[in-house]
Antibody
Framework: EVQLVESGGDLVQPGGSLRLSCVAS????????MSWVRQAPGKGLEWVAN????????YYVGSVRGRFTISRDNAKKSLYLQMDNLRAEDTAVYYC?????????????WGQGTLVTVSS | DIQMTQSPSSLSAYVGDRVTITCQAS??????LNWYQHKPGKAPRLLIY???NLQTGVPSRFSGSGSGTHFTFIISSLQPEDVATYYC?????FGQGTKLEIK
């Protein structure tokens, strides 16, 4: 059974940093692109970043580029999101998602999400 | 950047009704359009990928069509468990969402 379990969400002050983790199981992690997607309170889904199966390519939404860094450790079957210089508008539930092979950014499995709150 | 315009933003229908949601891209995106269902407190669920393909395990009352700039998502016979918000997605861009309720 495919499982994705996020952790690391917390309350952090504006300008602070946080690192989210996502541990995968039930599939060959190193075969898949992975994504982070977020949902701010009362808002819709927003794609944040994704990373190629071998970690060689990374893409970001404009609002986080230069502040967030996506990475992975295939040996640990883990995906990460390092978030620096956090802003109030980064407050959201952050989901880790697996991208379906052969379909552009179609996320076929998702974690349950981890809540990040940026507030003083 | 490609813009995705999803409509309507909300929808109320009876059980058994046919429900249609549309998504318009600001430029040709070929077949690269996905549809998701999202219920509060749950993880989003992929329903349709590459415009027309039903994800494994998804009931056949859900379907998608379209290519280029205009895409349609249909629930052929609305069920109570379909109450959710539905999103289209093209690569890094999600539509604004359609909140579906039962009358």
């Amino acid at each position: 059974e495919v499982q994705l379990v996020e952790s690391g969400g917390d309350l952090v002050q504006p300008g602070g940093s946080l690192r989210l983790s996502c541990v995968a199981s039930g599939f060959t992690f190193s075969d898949y692109w992975m994504s982070w997607v977020r949902q701010a309170p009362g808002k819709g889904l927003e794609w944040v970043a994704n990373i190629k199966d071998d970690g060689s390519k990374k893409y970001y939404v404009g609002s986080v580029r230069g502040r967030f860094t996506i990475s992975r450790d295939n040996a640990k079957k883990s995906l990460y999101l390092q978030m620096d210089n956090l802003r109030a508008e980064d407050t959201a539930v952050y989901y880790c998602a697996r991208e379906r092979v052969g379909s552009a950014v179609a996320a076929d499995y998702w974690g349950q999400g981890t809540l990040v709150t940026v507030s003083s | 950047d490609i813009q995705m315009t999803q409509s309507p933003s909300s929808l109320s229908a009876y059980v058994g009704d046919r429900v249609t949601i549309t998504c318009q891209a600001s430029q040709d995106i070929s077949k690269y359009l996905n549809w998701y269902q999202h219920k509060p407190g749950k993880a989003p669920r992929l329903l349709i990928y590459d415009a027309i393909n039903l994800q494994t395990g998804v009931p056949s009352r859900f379907s998608g069509s379209g290519s280029g700039t205009h895409f349609t998502f249909i629930i052929s016979s609305l069920q109570p468990e379909d109450v959710a918000t539905y999103y289209c997605q093209q690569y890094s861009t999600f539509g604004q969402g359609t909140k579906l309720e039962i009358k």
